[in-house]
């Protein structure tokens, strides 16, 4: 095959731009390569009979496709050796940037999902939007967050096929627009299957209007073209105007339309049985509570013109759709105000108020009266509730952690778990191991497969079959050396991109994840400052020599969680230019965290700091690739962290801080972190910090809103909300204890490897299994 693969590379470089491989630029080599791996997918890539599910996500977070692909194609070494002999390294195909359709976890989880089912033949497919521009590109002036566009697909896109043939109209209160389907395929690993991610490109109907053009009413022309692809434009546009939050509504509503009109109509092309056999057909997942218009929108159509009866449309409804729920706080479960709701989707409404009459009816049905419904209603006063009408439209909802999905049954959803207790499941999230340690750490890959062969690809609990090397000298060696080679080219990469030399003999500790209060990258902050007055000041001594790195973007109107990255990067300058320290301790803060950088950061890892308040993390991914690559957890017991310490034993991670029922009670109390800044001098300094001149936010009252929300609160919260002074103490003793440990390289090492050795529930194959099995009926 690899003689054929390089005729079919030449070849396509040849008809692309008439070069050869040595002639060509990294972005025509990608090109090149990408086609001629697409003419082997096609062979295999068909829609098979039978249950299809179909994954809904407003993000799909894949990153770079190609060395991915080529690995699961088992062709990423013929690949390699073929550059090779032409004096070409494959890593000039990291020129190419991530496709970054996704914001964090989500999207990320989405992607994994995606490579899980296809690799255990699951037949699954993803649906979602081609936004033109991903999440944009972070860069840092002067130590804040700056944004500007990213335009991923300037590098082109030769792992989609657009399929016109299969384009739908999606008609809103004030427009109708096309959505074009632009299928990627989803390769499983040895090509077990590949299924298909459907993305959707808004467009016009009309794309110039010649007579306006003609009579020189040049905006006229183009304002149909400009509004319909405004759709499509950007992942998660800002949205604190009300022009914002239609354009979020009408991205929501153009996907979920355009997927469940797709299926619909393959549906019928193939039964005529008044959709009697939908659920048996395919199943729909949420991904999320962005898609959930779906539900009012099949209904619509089902009933409006397929002319169902409503209660049977909404039992094949129930019967089809499941919901999964990501988050355990309030504000994150989406809303929409009715009258923007009825503007932007006035053909939908009416299946929203059936949905309401109907809960109304059920809840009576079950002994629920009078105002008692209230705190179910669907639409309750001028705002309708998204994840209500998730629950009650759906047969399924699911957390994504044990803990999480306690919290939902016991707090956050309980009166829905009282209702439908039989609906209510967990399905702990997962990674494909295929491009977390498969691709991202080859050379740990290339050991584990020496050890015990490589099966683990596919079953990831093989892994435990490393336990026995936990005593085994010779190993551990071999896999520290790994670790110190990740470090190596981590340093590197960082070098290359930040213009940054970290000391690739330091310890390694590391935050990379979407900025926001709650994971509280604020606390690491303090931490790292506590640090520097111990070191500088004598209070501790026998330290090992630390790399702190922070990877996160905030949202764009986020401004609190912009302020923290401009004091991480305050306290960065202080510590990095401080010659009494800077032996002991380098701050950074990489610019533009993608899939990509993580690829390159999480094996180099020695800590991971998963250090959300206790009850707010519903899962979390990164922690389980941490794990994976050899890293032990520095957290709280939230989330997945909990399992994590549970598979490779409390002994092996580093947990501090209050648990769930402390915080629980903290927030009903009397909680004062001024009182707790009093007793703690240490606290207190750092917390000053923001405000006494230590640091500059160049006059922007950033530091000042900062202290203020950790001190006073704000109007919509307590002082101190996510509980950082409670932990302050705590933390810092456990990073200390880890720092000491670090020291004895041999027991240090075991704990890692028990680690990687314990990671084989936290494959994304175990939860996809879970989810077709228990949810969608296809195992």
């Known amino acids: 095959m690899k003689e054929e693969l390089e005729r079919q590379i030449e070849l396509q470089l040849y008809q692309g731009c008439h070069k050869t491989l040595e002639q060509a630029s990294a972005k025509e080599l990608y090109d090149a390569i990408s086609k ?78 995606l490579d899980s089912a296809a690799t255990q033949k699951i037949p699954l497919d993803g649906y979602g939007i081609r936004y033109q521009y991903g999440l944009f590109k972070q860069y840092f002036q002067d130590g804040f967050q700056c944004e500007t566009a990213d335009d991923w697909q300037r590098f082109g896109d030769p792992w989609s096929v657009r399929r016109e043939d299969e384009t ?76 914002g939050k239609r354009l979020r509504l009408k991205q929501q509503y153009f996907f979920s339309s355009a997927s469940v009109q797709d299926m619909i109509k393959k549906y019928k092309a193939k039964q005529d049985d008044k959709f009697a056999g939908f659920s048996s057909a395919y199943a729909i997942q949420l991904n999320d509570t962005h898609p959930t218009v779906a539900i009012p929108e099949f209904l619509r159509i089902l009933v409006g013109e397929e002319k169902i009866p ?99 049954k016991e707090s956050a959803l309980h009166e829905w778990y009282k209702l ?96 926001h209060e709650y994971k509280r990258q604020l606390l690491n902050a303090f931490g790292i400052l506590d640090t520097y007055y111990g070191i500088k000041e004598g209070r501790i001594t026998n330290f090992t020599p630390t790399v702190y790195l922070f990877g996160a973007k905030a949202a764009p109107g986020y401004m609190r969680a912009k302020g923290i990255i401009k004091f991480i990067n305050e306290i960065a300058k202080l510590v990095n230019n401080d010659s009494d320290v800077n032996t002991k301790m380098q701050v950074l803060f990489v610019s533009n965290y993608n899939v990509s950088y993580a690829e390159k950061i999480i094996p180099a890892a020695d800590v991971s700091q998963q250090i959300s308040t206790a009850g707010t993390e519903a899962s979390g991914t990164g922690n389980m690739k941490f794990m994976l690559n050899g890293a032990v957890t520095l957290g709280t017991w939230d989330g997945a962290n909990v399992e994590i310490a549970q598979q490779a034993g409390e002994a092996n991670e580093y947990i501090f801080g209050a648990r769930k029922d402390e915080i629980e009670a903290l927030q009903k109390g009397d909680y004062n972190p001024k009182a707790i800044m009093e007793k703690e001098p240490r606290l207190k300094r750092v917390v000053e910090s923001l405000v006494d001149g230590t640091f500059s936010d160049g006059e922007t009252g950033m530091f000042k809103e900062l202290y203020t929300s950790l001190t006073e609160g704000a109007s919509w919260h307590k002082p101190d909300h996510y509980f950082i002074a409670r932990d302050f103490i705590e933390y810092c003793d456990a990073r200390l204890a880890v720092n000491q440990d670090y020291q004895d390289k041999k027991a240090f090492a075991k704990k890692c490897l028990i680690n990687t050795a314990n990671a084989g529930t936290f494959s994304s194959d175990r939860t996809i299994k879970e989810y077709a099995k228990e949810i969608w009926g296809l195992l």
């Open 310 to 408: 409503f209660a049977k449309a909404l039992k094949i409804a129930r019967d089809t759709f499941a919901y999964t729920n990501h988050t355990v706080m309030p504000e994150a479960l989406e809303k929409w105000n009715v009258k923007l709701f009825r503007r932007v989707l006035p053909a939908v409404w009416p299946y929203v108020v059936k949905l309401d009459k109907a809960l109304q009816k059920e809840l009576s049905d079950l002994g629920v009266q009078g105002e008692a419904q209230n705190i179910y209603r669907i639409i309750d006063g001028d705002t309708i509730h998204m994840a209500r009408m998730a629950i009650f439209a759906t047969h399924s909802t699911n957390g994504v952690a044990a803990l999480h999905t306690e919290i939902l």
């Open 420 to 515: 439908y207790p039989q609906r209510f499941n967990n399905k702990t999230n997962g990674i494909t191991q295929r491009r977390w340690l498969g691709l991202a750490n080859r050379e740990l890959s290339a050991l584990i497969t020496e050890k015990i062969g490589d099966k683990w690809y596919t079953d990831l609990e093989q892994l435990k079959k490393l336990e026995a090397y936990t005593n085994d000298e010779a190993f551990l060696e071999r896999y520290c050396a790994v670790k110190q080679e990740k470090k190596k080219q981590l340093c590197a990469y960082v070098e290359k991109h930040e213009g940054v030399k970290l000391h690739e003999d330091f310890l390694f500790d590391i935050q990379v994840k979407r900025l």
């Open 168 to 243: 739908v109209e999606i008609v809103f209160g004030d427009q109708t627009v096309k959505a074009v389907p632009y299928d990627t395929p989803v390769i499983g690993y040895d090509m077990a299957m590949i299924n298909t991610m459907r993305l959707w490109q808004a467009e016009p109907l009309k794309e110039f209007d010649f007579a306006l053009f003609n009579a020189q009413k040049y905006d006229g022309a183009v304002k149909e073209k400009n509004e319909a692809e405004n759709i499509s434009k950007v992942l998660y546009p800002n949205d604190d105007t009300d022009a």
């Open 36 to 113: 001629a791996a697409m003419t082997h997918v096609f062979e295999k890539w068909e829609t098979p009979s039978g249950k299809r599910a179909s994954y809904l996500s407003a993000e799909f977070l894949v990153g770079r496709l190609v060395y991915a692909n080529l690995l699961n194609m088992q062709i990423l070494g013929q690949v390699e050796e073929l550059l090779q002999a032409h004096n070409i390294d494959i890593s000039i195909l990291e020129e190419i940037e991530d496709s970054a359709l996704g914001n964090g976890g989500l999207g990320r989880l989405a992607a994994c999902f």
